[in-house]
T-cell receptor
Framework: EAGVVQSPRYKIIEKKQPVAFWCNPISGHNTLYWYLQNLGQGPELLIRYENEEAVDDSQLPKDRFSAERLKGVDSTLKIQPAELGDSAVYLC????????????FGPGTRLTVL | GNSVTQMEGPVTLSEEAFLTINCTYTATGYPSLFWYVQYPGEGLQLLLKATKADDKGSNKGFEATYRKETTSFHLEKGSVQVSDSAVYFCALRTGANSKLTFGKGITLSVRP
């Protein structure tokens, strides 16, 4: 069984540029999560999807961040425009359903904003 | 709100040494507790969990006991191996609809 796939693995951009991250969860997993992980910190939830519905986006900075999961499978997280403070690792995770304890994480995308 | 506090790292041990990584928590309600591990170049993966007080989670020689009276979930292993070198995160959630709250993580390096 393939794991959670994320691309790109690394991205370097200049501030004020847009950037997008892609995630393909494990097949059959209905719940998808995007996390932000700053250096030396644990992951923090940005948004959670149940199928194509965003059920918890309270931590997503909506002025510059957006996300979509149009067909309830893969998902895209976008930042526009990027700021220096957005440099971090962006993690995607999935689980079979909302209440399942175990989340499966992708390797993450490391974003550097210059 | 919910929070998880992990001991400061990094931790460096010799192979076959005993490992303890401390984790304490603050939570509303009765949380489920987790240890996730991140090996170099890989995504986080669930190592073990405990869902109620006095439960002991175990996996790959690691153990952690849910201590409600001390609000702790310390990770232990009797004899570490070089392959245990990774970052370890303690986490909690307080319900099926709630988010995972992670600690800062601690880096463990095991030398031969």
């Amino acid at each position: 069984e393939a794991g959670v796939v994320q691309s790109p693995r690394y991205k370097i951009i200049e501030k004020k540029q847009p950037v997008a991250f892609w995630c393909n969860p494990i097949s059959g997993h209905n719940t998808l999560y995007w996390y932000l992980q700053n250096l030396g910190q644990g992951p923090e939830l940005l948004i959670r999807y149940e199928n194509e519905e965003a059920v918890d986006d309270s931590q997503l900075p909506k002025d510059r961040f957006s996300a979509e999961r149009l067909k309830g499978v893969d998902s895209t997280l976008k930042i526009q425009p990027a700021e220096l403070g957005d440099s971090a690792v962006y993690l995607c995770a999935s689980s079979r359903w909302e209440g399942e304890d175990e989340q499966f994480f992708g390797p993450g995308t490391r974003l550097t904003v210059l | 709100g919910n929070s998880v506090t992990q001991m400061e790292g990094p931790v460096t041990l010799s192979e076959e040494a005993f490992l303890t990584i401390n984790c304490t928590y603050t939570a509303t309600g009765y949380p489920s507790l987790f240890w996730y591990v991140q090996y170099p170049g890989e995504g986080l993966q669930l190592l073990l969990k405990a869902t109620k007080a006095d439960d002991k989670g175990s996996n790959k020689g690691f153990e952690a006991t849910y201590r409600k009276e001390t609000t702790s979930f310390h990770l232990e292993k009797g004899s570490v191996q070089v392959s245990d070198s990774a970052v370890y995160f303690c986490a909690l959630r307080t319900g099926a609809n709630s988010k995972l709250t992670f600690g800062k993580g601690i880096t463990l390096s095991v030398r031969p």
